[in-house]
C-alpha cells in the first residue's frame, strides 16, 4: 500500500519509492521464507506460499526499476550500464512475476486472474517501456563496455516495521468438549422468541 501511494504522489522522490519497493521485497521474502520452511502446509498453505513467490518477484521488479532510475542519474557511462542492467533485470522479473501469477491462480482453490492493482498497476507498463527506450539509448555503450554488463546489488534498508512476539491464547476447554451443541431452531422459532422477549 505505501508504494502503490508513493508512485501516484508526485511528492514522493525516486529514493522514497526505491526504499519502499526494497522494504516491500524484505517482507515478502521474509513471509515465503518462514511459509516455506513449515511442514505439512495444507492447499491454502500451498496457495498463500504462491501469491507471497508472485508478490515478491513484482516488489523485486519494482526495486530493480526505481534503482536503475536513480543510477541512470549519474554522469558516469558505468552508471548508464548499470541501469540498463536494471532495467533489463526488471523487465524478465515482471515476466516472472506473471508466471507466478498465473501459477497462483492455478493453485487449488482456482482463482481469477486478478487485474493489475497497486503500484504494479502502474509499473506494468512503465517497466517495459524503460527497458526498450535505455536500452535503446545506450546500445552504444553496451557494446563497448560489456565488462561493465553486472547487474548491481539492491541496497538493503533497515526495515521501518518490526514484527512484534505474538502468543497463541490458550485453546477454550469448550472447543474438546463434545456436549456442546447448537439447538436446532427454525426461523420461525427464532422469530417468536423474539416477541416474546418484547
Given at each position: 500500500?505505501?508504494?502503490a501511494?508513493?508512485?501516484?504522489?508526485?511528492?514522493?522522490?525516486?529514493?522514497?519509492?526505491?526504499?519502499?519497493?526494497?522494504?516491500?521485497?524484505?517482507?515478502?521474502?521474509?513471509?515465503?521464507?518462514?511459509?516455506?520452511?513449515?511442514?505439512?502446509?495444507?492447499?491454502?498453505?500451498?496457495?498463500?506460499?504462491?501469491?507471497?513467490?508472485?508478490?515478491?518477484?513484482?516488489?523485486?521488479?519494482?526495486?530493480?526499476?526505481?534503482?536503475?532510475?536513480?543510477?541512470?542519474?549519474?554522469t558516469?557511462?558505468?552508471?548508464?550500464?548499470?541501469?540498463?542492467?536494471?532495467?533489463?533485470?526488471?523487465?524478465?522479473?515482471l515476466?516472472?512475476?506473471?508466471?507466478?501469477?498465473?501459477?497462483?491462480?492455478?493453485?487449488?482453490?482456482?482463482?481469477?486472474?486478478?487485474?493489475?492493482?497497486?503500484?504494479?498497476?502502474?509499473?506494468?507498463k512503465?517497466?517495459?517501456?524503460?527497458?526498450?527506450?535505455?536500452?535503446?539509448?545506450?546500445?552504444?555503450?553496451?557494446?563497448?563496455?560489456?565488462?561493465?554488463?553486472?547487474?548491481?546489488?539492491l541496497?538493503?534498508?533497515?526495515?521501518?516495521?518490526k514484527?512484534?512476539?505474538?502468543?497463541?491464547?490458550?485453546?477454550?476447554?469448550?472447543?474438546?468438549?463434545?456436549?456442546?451443541?447448537?439447538?436446532?431452531?427454525?426461523?420461525?422459532?427464532?422469530?417468536?422468541?423474539?416477541?416474546?422477549?418484547?
Amino acid at each position: 500500500m505505501q508504494l502503490a501511494s508513493a508512485v501516484e504522489s508526485k511528492n514522493a522522490t525516486l529514493s522514497v519509492k526505491r526504499r519502499l519497493a526494497c522494504e516491500q521485497l524484505s517482507y515478502f521474502s521474509q513471509a515465503h521464507y518462514c511459509l516455506s520452511t513449515c511442514d505439512n502446509l495444507n492447499r491454502h498453505g500451498k496457495k498463500h506460499l504462491s501469491f507471497l513467490k508472485w508478490k515478491c518477484l513484482e516488489a523485486k521488479a519494482a526495486a530493480y526499476c526505481y534503482h536503475g532510475l536513480i543510477t541512470d542519474k549519474g554522469t558516469e557511462p558505468s552508471c548508464h550500464i548499470s541501469a540498463v542492467c536494471c532495467f533489463l533485470a526488471a523487465e524478465e522479473i515482471l515476466n516472472e512475476s506473471k508466471k507466478a501469477c498465473l501459477n497462483f491462480c492455478l493453485t487449488v482453490p482456482i482463482t481469477r486472474a486478478p487485474v493489475a492493482w497497486g503500484a504494479m498497476k502502474h509499473l506494468n507498463k512503465k517497466i517495459h517501456e524503460i527497458a526498450a527506450k535505455k536500452s535503446q539509448m545506450y546500445a552504444y555503450l553496451l557494446e563497448e563496455k560489456k565488462s561493465l554488463e553486472v547487474l548491481p546489488e539492491l541496497p538493503e534498508f533497515e526495515l521501518s516495521l518490526k514484527a512484534e512476539e505474538y502468543e497463541m491464547a490458550d485453546k477454550d476447554g469448550a472447543w474438546d468438549s463434545e456436549n456442546w451443541k447448537i439447538p436446532n431452531q427454525t426461523l420461525k422459532m427464532h422469530l417468536t422468541d423474539d416477541e416474546e422477549d418484547d
